[in-house]
Nanobody, 125 residues
């Protein structure tokens, strides 16, 4: 009923920039907080950055402070991750996450953790 689709991943050189997008579609009623997680190969998934429904950044991991920013366009149900001054340690699969409510038939369903399929980001040194 609902899809989160990430895009914008790829290969980038250290020191460069990349912008990820995540578009939500389907029978969405409301989207609350949205965020980005990442999972390096062989490592657990970690929270990177989150944003409230009103556009306030409410969490930034220490490892990306000063380099990554998050924004959203509520009219498009889309959240963005601007990655600047990337490092090889930023290499990971990046996942979009949303706290949202949607219609399943006539029923309203609340999902605290709705996930996208992930997009690979590789930073070369």
């Amino acid at each position: 009923q609902v899809q989160l689709v990430e895009s914008g991943g790829g290969l980038v050189q250290a020191g460069g920039s990349l912008r990820l997008s995540c578009a939500a579609s389907g029978s969405i009623a409301t989207i609350n907080d949205m965020g980005w997680y990442r999972q390096p190969l062989g490592m657990p998934r970690e929270l990177v950055i989150t944003i409230t429904s009103s556009g306030v950044t409410n969490y930034v991991a220490d490892s990306v402070k000063g380099r990554f920013t998050i924004s959203r366009d509520n009219a498009k149900n889309t959240v963005y991750l601007q990655m600047n001054m990337v490092k090889p340690d930023d290499t990971a699969i990046y996942y979009c996450n949303a706290d949202l409510t949607y219609f399943r038939g006539s029923r309203l369903v609340h999902e605290y953790d709705y996930w996208g399929q992930g997009t690979q980001v590789t930073v070369s040194s």
